[in-house]
C-alpha cells in the first residue's frame, strides 16, 4: 500500500491495470478503448500500462469499444472500459447486449451533460439514462472512492450469484481531473482480494449458441434470474466490504451514507460529489440551530429502497438534490426515492449544478432555508447556481 497523488481518471486506469494482472492466473483481461472528454486519460494511462496477458485494442467508436469487451467477456476475461455522454448514448445498444448476456464487464463513467447543445461539465443524466439495462451502478464522492469502488465492482459483478456488469459513476473535472492524496493497494493485495475470474457461461471449443431468438417464456425466464441476481447484489456487496476490509484495512461506502440524521428534523439525499457538499451545509445549519442531516446514495443500481426508507424514518422535511434532469417529471433520484420518506413528510426536489455550474455550500444552504420556510411542497425546482 502507498499513498500517492492522482486524478481520479488515472485512479481508474490503475484499478483497471490492478485488477487485470490479477487475472493472470485466469483467462488474462481485455478492454475496447475510445477517447471521449472527459475520461480520455483514464484510457491513454490504461493503454500505456503492462499488463501480463492483457489486451487494450484501440477501436473506432464508443459503440465497437463495448463490442470488444463483449467479445472479451465472452471469452471469460475480465473485460474493462470507460466512456461518457454522447459516447454512452452511442453505446447503448450494447451496453443493453451486455446486460443482457450476464457478463461482468466494468465500465467506468465520467459523468458529463448529454449534448447538444455541447457541454463538458458534470450532470448525471448520461448514466441514469442506462439505469434499465441490468447493470449496477454506482456514484463516486471521491478519488478514493473510486479506486476502491472499481476494484469492488469486479469483485460484485463476478461472484457467481451475481454476473452482471457494473457501472462506476464519477462527476466530471470535478474529480476526473482533480488530483487528490489517496491510498493505492499493491499487487499482491488485489490478488487476494480478487480471485481469477471463471466464467460459467464463456465460449468454449464446445458448439453454443449466442444471441438467438427467445420466445416470451424464455424470455420471462431470463429477466427474472437477472432480477433475482441484482436482488442478491446488497448481500454480495456487504460481504465484499468484509473481504475489502480485511485485506486492505478500510471499509468501502454503504449502499447509502448517513451524516448526522440521528435526530434530524430536515434531510438532504444526494449522489456523488454534492454529497460533500451538502455535509458542509448541513454543519452551517446546525451552527444556525438547524437539526439538519444528509444521506449519501452511493448505489443507484439496484436501488437502495429499504436502506433509504429506513433511514429517513422520523424525517420531516427531505430536500431531494437532483444533478439531471428527466424532462416531464424533474430529477430522476427524486422520481426514484419520493415515496421512500415518511408518508407526511414534505419532500421537494432541487436540481442544481445541471450542466456542470459550481454547487457550493452556500448553495444548499440556500437550500435549507427554503425547504425550512415552505409550507408544503410544489413542482421541482430547478436551482440556477451563479
Known amino acids: 500500500m502507498s499513498t500517492q497523488l492522482m486524478t481520479a481518471n488515472h485512479a481508474a486506469g490503475l484499478a483497471a ?61 475480465r473485460a474493462y472500459t470507460a466512456s461518457s455522454s454522447n459516447g454512452l448514448a452511442y453505446m447503448t445498444e450494447n451496453v443493453f447486449a451486455a446486460g443482457f448476456y450476464r457478463l461482468p464487464i466494468v465500465m467506468m463513467a465520467v459523468n458529463r451533460t448529454m449534448g447538444p447543445p455541447w457541454n463538458i ?4 443524466g448520461d448514466t441514469l439514462m442506462l439505469r434499465d439495462a441490468g447493470w449496477i451502478q454506482l456514484y463516486c464522492e471521491d478519488n478514493q472512492d473510486l479506486m476502491d469502488l472499481s476494484l ?13 456488469p457494473a457501472m462506476l459513476g464519477q462527476d466530471a473535472f470535478v474529480l476526473s481531473h482533480t488530483i487528490m492524496q489517496i491510498e493505492v493497494p499493491d499487487q499482491a493485495q488485489v490478488d487476494r482480494f480478487l480471485p481469477p475470474l471463471d466464467l460459467p457461461h464463456r465460449l468454449t471449443d ?26 442478491r447484489v446488497f448481500e454480495v456487496y456487504a460481504e465484499a466490504q468484509d473481504a475489502f476490509e480485511a485485506v486492505f484495512g478500510r471499509r468501502p461506502a454503504d449502499p447509502v451514507v448517513p451524516y448526522r440524521l440521528d435526530d434530524a428534523e430536515l434531510a438532504l439525499v444526494s449522489m456523488g460529489t454534492t454529497a ?37 424514518a422520523g424525517i420531516e422535511r427531505v430536500a431531494i438534490l437532483d444533478r439531471d434532469l428527466s424532462p416531464g417529471m424533474g430529477g430522476i433520484l427524486w422520481g426514484e426515492s419520493r415515496a421512500l420518506a415518511p408518508r407526511d413528510a ?8 445541471l450542466g456542470g455550474g459550481d454547487v457550493r455550500p452556500e448553495h444548499l444552504v440556500a437550500v435549507i432555508d427554503d425547504l425550512a420556510g415552505l409550507e408544503r411542497a410544489g413542482a421541482p425546482i430547478i436551482q440556477e447556481v451563479a
Open 17 to 77: 491495470t490492478l485488477a487485470g494482472r490479477a487475472n493472470r492466473r485466469g483467462r488474462g483481461f481485455g478492454s475496447g478503448v475510445y477517447p471521449i472528454t472527459p475520461q480520455t486519460e483514464c484510457i491513454e494511462f490504461l493503454c500505456k500500462q503492462d499488463i501480463e496477458k492483457g489486451h487494450v485494442v484501440r477501436v473506432e467508436s464508443e459503440h465497437s469499444a463495448m463490442a470488444v469487451c463483449i467479445g472479451f467477456s465472452m471469452a471469460g476475461l
Open 346 to 353: 414534505l419532500v421537494q426536489n432541487y436540481m442544481l449544478g
Open 152 to 164: 469492488m465492482c469486479f469483485r460484485v459483478a463476478e461472484d457467481p450469484r451475481i454476473l452482471v
Open 206 to 231: 464446445q458448439p453454443r449458441t449466442v444471441g438467438g431468438l427467445d420466445f416470451p417464456h424464455e424470455i420471462e425466464q431470463h429477466r427474472e434470474h437477472h432480477a433475482a441476481a441484482m436482488n
Open 121 to 124: 461539465w458534470v450532470d448525471h
Open 276 to 312: 460533500s457538499t451538502a455535509r458542509a451545509a448541513v454543519d452551517e445549519a446546525r451552527r444556525k440551530g438547524i437539526r439538519a442531516g444528509s444521506l449519501r446514495v452511493n448505489l443507484f443500481r439496484p436501488f437502495p429502497e429499504r436502506q433509504l426508507a429506513a433511514q429517513l
